[in-house]
Each structure stands twice: as structure tokens, then as C-alpha cells.
């Protein structure tokens, strides 16, 4: 499957980028010396570089590289120290509150990868901190949160606790929380919780005792959260899934890795993230890994799934027949119904879920009135002459 790099993964600087904060040795110094030749260093960056700067900042140091801009690179390096810093001092309280309260959690994505893999608060700049908890104390963990001043977004529903993974807090001096009752969105199964619990390692977030995915989940966890459309690509993921597989203590076992990605139908993600990583960086990957991922069958479905989450909306089909298609690959890997007696059951709710329809007549007259649009416009393009409405 041939991907749109320019949107997908890394542009030519980016990857150049990545290469400088990355890498060792003439690697790391070739690519700092191609990148800043090709760059304004005055100008401003986009976000995803500009967030690259302070771990650009520390393997520059480490090579001995001295140029002007390294003032700058410091600057910034300094103040995502400080930011992290305060951001993790202040998060310690509720996670404190939490454990006094007896809720057990597990710290995601920036929090676990600082404590773990990073182990330095100044290169992985965080806007937030990401907390999972057990899906039965979901609704007392949303009390403790509004008890201690904040607010979530919208309302849990029901329906959101059986569909959905996570939502979003805020309090009156704008930090911000993520709460999680599954690790992501793409895997919301019982079973795979009960994995992702078993196999997390206990850590310190500031003195506070909680717990952090092991490596290899982590891996599949932050390939999953980056191998998405974005109009700017989310080039973080490469930096963290190349420190991950690093500077893993355990190892990446990439047995349960490949097993977990076949089990959520997360093949086609996990397959083009490993073969970038390992071409484009040279990222120690099995070879063997890759064979087993190539050997796979992966559903029409999924691919269909898979090239609607990935490709830029202006590229999209956006007929009925994709989006229902991609809908019902979402439900069947979230819900683990993979029975048809099941799927006919069960797929409406989650539709009138996913398309935030109040009733089912409100979804039928959505779907009704998509099928008489498209069925109109198909009409309209195969009657209409040649020519029609060019200009002269």
C-alpha cells in the first residue's frame, strides 16, 4: 500500500530533524548539518518540529556541537524543563488523591515515556498528563476530579463508557487531564485490559506510587496514537517509538506485540509504522517481525478502515459505503463482536453512538437522506454533457 509520506509520517526536514535528536555519532552530525541548511533558524517552525527542539538540544550537547543556535535550543530546553516540572508536581496531588481514595492507575503516553524511556522532564515537552483507570471506577474517579475543582468536557454517557476510551478535564487555571477507562480508543475490550493491567510496571510519578505500561505495550500504544491523518504531521510518535525500543530495559517482545496487533485487526498501523521506523531510521526491527506482519490476512474492511483514518479528508471517497465500512471495522474491533447474529445486533447503537444521533430515526433519516445525495449526484454527473460549465 503506497502512503503520502507528506501527510502520514515525517517530511524531508522533519526526518532530518528526527536524524539530529536521534541518532549517534556522523548520523546525528550530518543530519544537524543538512537540517539547519535547509531551514530558517530565525523563523517559526511547525508545532511537531518546534517540539523536537529541546531533545535536538541534548544530542547536540552530547556530539559537542557548537553553533549559535544552540542559545536558542537551550532557551526552549530550559523552559519545557520547568513546564514539566510544574506539570508533574501539580498532577502528583491528584494522583495522590486518587490513590488515597483507593483508585488504581496507570500514567500514559508523555508521563510514562518521561519516567521510563526519556528520564529527563526537559525533552518531551507535555500539555497534559494522561491517566488510566479501572472501567468500574471510571464514575468515582469523575466525582474525586469534580470534588477537587475540575471539569470534563461534556457529560459521560453510558453509551460513551461502552464505545469510548477517554475523556478530557480542565480546571479554572486551564491544566488539563485526560481521564482513560481503556488504554486507547482502537482496543476498548475487556480482555485487553485485563493485558494491559497485568503486564504494567509499578513507578514513581514525583513520589506518588502508580503504575506505567511495560515497553512493549507502550510501543503499540504510541504507534496506534500516531499512524493518523494529521495536517501536521504527528512526528512526536517517531521520537518516542524510537527512544522506546532503545532504551527498553526488558526488551520489546515482539511476539505479544504482533499477537496484540492481530487480535484489535491493528495490522496495517503497526505494519507501516515498523517498516518506516526501521528503513527510515534504522530502527533495530526483526526481520522475522516483519515477515510474520506481511504474512497476516488483513479484511478489506480494515484496509478500508485503515486508508480513511490515514488519508487527508480532501482524498477521501466519503461515499456511504466507506464510511459505514470503516464504522463497522471500529465496532467490531472496540467491541470484539465479530458474529454476525452479534454485528446485526449490536452495530445500529453504536452507529447512532458514533454519529451522535439522539434516536434511530434520526439515524435512518441521516442514512436516508446520504443514500438519496449520493444516488442524486451520481445521476447528475452521468447526465450532464460534456463540457458543462466550463467557462469560455
Not at 80 to 99: E, G, I, P, T
Not at 320 to 326: D, E, F, R
Request: glycine share 4%; aromatic share 12%.
Amino acid at each position: 500500500m503506497k502512503l503520502d509520506n507528506k501527510t502520514l509520517f515525517a517530511t524531508i526536514e522533519q526526518e532530518l530533524l528526527l536524524k539530529a535528536s536521534l541518532m549517534d555519532g556522523e548520523d546525528a552530525i550530518h543530519a544537524w548539518q543538512e537540517w539547519e541548511s535547509m531551514v530558517d533558524l530565525e523563523g517559526h517552525p511547525d508545532n511537531g518540529s518546534y517540539r523536537l527542539f529541546p531533545l535536538l538540544y541534548t544530542n547536540l550537547k552530547r556530539h559537542g556541537i557548537e553553533h549559535p543556535f544552540m542559545i536558542r535550543l537551550r532557551g526552549i530546553y530550559r523552559q519545557a524543563w520547568y513546564k514539566n516540572q510544574r506539570l508533574f508536581y501539580d498532577m502528583s496531588k491528584v494522583l495522590r488523591y486518587f490513590s488515597d481514595a483507593g483508585v488504581r492507575t496507570i500514567v500514559l503516553k508523555g508521563a510514562a515515556l518521561t519516567i521510563l524511556h526519556y528520564k529527563n522532564y526537559g525533552v518531551r515537552p507535555m500539555a497534559d498528563v494522561d491517566v488510566l483507570v479501572h472501567p468500574h471506577q471510571v464514575m468515582l474517579t469523575v466525582d474525586l476530579l469534580r470534588r477537587a475543582g475540575w471539569k470534563p468536557l461534556s457529560e459521560i454517557t453510558d453509551d460513551d463508557l461502552y464505545y469510548n476510551h477517554a475523556t478530557h478535564f480542565y480546571d479554572s487555571t486551564g491544566r488539563e487531564f485526560d481521564l482513560h477507562w481503556h488504554p486507547f480508543w482502537d482496543a476498548c475490550r475487556k480482555n485487553n485490559d485485563s493485558e494491559f493491567w497485568s503486564g504494567a510496571i509499578p513507578v514513581s510519578f514525583t513520589g506518588v506510587p502508580t503504575l506505567a505500561p511495560n515497553s512493549t505495550d507502550n510501543l503499540l500504544h504510541t504507534i496506534v496514537h500516531g499512524i493518523k491523518y494529521n495536517p501536521e504531521p504527528p512526528i512526536r510518535w517517531i521520537a518516542d517509538a524510537f527512544v522506546l525500543i532503545h532504551s527498553s530495559n526488558e526488551g520489546i517482545d515482539w511476539t505479544r506485540l504482533v499477537n496484540q496487533a492481530k487480535y484489535n485487526l491493528l495490522v496495517p498501523r503497526l505494519r507501516e509504522a515498523l517498516y518506516y521506523l526501521l528503513t527510515t531510521f534504522k530502527v533495530p526491527v526483526p526481520q522475522s517481525v516483519m515477515d510474520q506482519l506481511n504474512e497476516i490476512p488483513v479484511t478489506r474492511a480494515e484496509l478500508i478502515e485503515y486508508q480513511e483514518r490515514t488519508a487527508n479528508p480532501e482524498n477521501r471517497k466519503n461515499s456511504l459505503l466507506s464510511t459505514l465500512a470503516q464504522y463497522l471495522t471500529e465496532y467490531r474491533r472496540i467491541t470484539g463482536n465479530f458474529q454476525i447474529t452479534a454485528t446485526i445486533l449490536g452495530f445500529p447503537p453504536y452507529l447512532r453512538w458514533r454519529l451522535n444521533k439522539k434516536s434511530y430515526y434520526h439515524l435512518s433519516s441521516f442514512i436516508i437522506t446520504k443514500s438519496i445525495d449520493r444516488v442524486r449526484t451520481r445521476l447528475y454527473t452521468r447526465m450532464r454533457p460534456n463540457g458543462a460549465g466550463e467557462s469560455s
